[in-house]
């Protein structure tokens, strides 16, 4: 069952889910004194007019009516321009390739990679050794360190649970690492527990107010104020916590 809640968080720094793929075709326009390009996507929907959109790792999106020549898009594009352009300059800059000694983020501070061929993923000090040469190309240095933060989350989160449950005096169904765009973790109506594997690059404080918070609706289903009262008995600076999670959404982490 989902839960509402202050737990729930924006995580920017999640990738768009792709959407199902129509035609597209690329195109540029000179304007203002820049290139702006573009995609023009056919619609198969009962799309009547063109709809523009600008969204960070898409970029400029035309939807066009299938009837509509792509001439209009172009011309769309032009009068928007000075939107469009905005829009694209308030984009974050996009996160670095990953590459021996970047910076990635771990339990509230960050780890430096390293890479060394035939060995790791372990964590060393504060390096962060994963087996690769060191020219690997980014996305195989994502999907290491990715692979590294979910191993890490299923031996983490599971044990800051077990330690909360047996102190609080309940026993969740069961306690899963799952990949939530949205959510930090959420409890069920038969009492399984499903926690965000990104709760490891957050403080250990912060996975405590959601392990704390979880468990805390096993007791209390809603958000009403006895529950809010069992939380404060176990965590009672969990705002704080909580403010940790909101931090921890805006840096840059490997998708
Ligand atoms: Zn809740």
Redesign the pocket.
Known sequence: MR?????RSRLPYTPPVPRSQPPAEQASLAVLGRTIEYTVVRSHQRLRTLEISVRPGEGVRVAVPAFVPSGEAAALVRRRAAWILARLDAFPPAPPALAPGSQVPYRGGFVRLAFVPGQGPLLHGAELIVPLAPGAHPPAVEAEVNAWYRARAAVLVPEAVAEWAALMGVTPRAVLIRDQKRRWG??AANGTLRLNWRLVLAPSAALDYVAV??LA?LRHRD?SRA?WEEVTRWLPDWKSRRTLLSEIAFRQVPS
């Open positions: 839960r509402e809640g202050a737990h959420s409890c918070h979880e609706h958000h529950f």
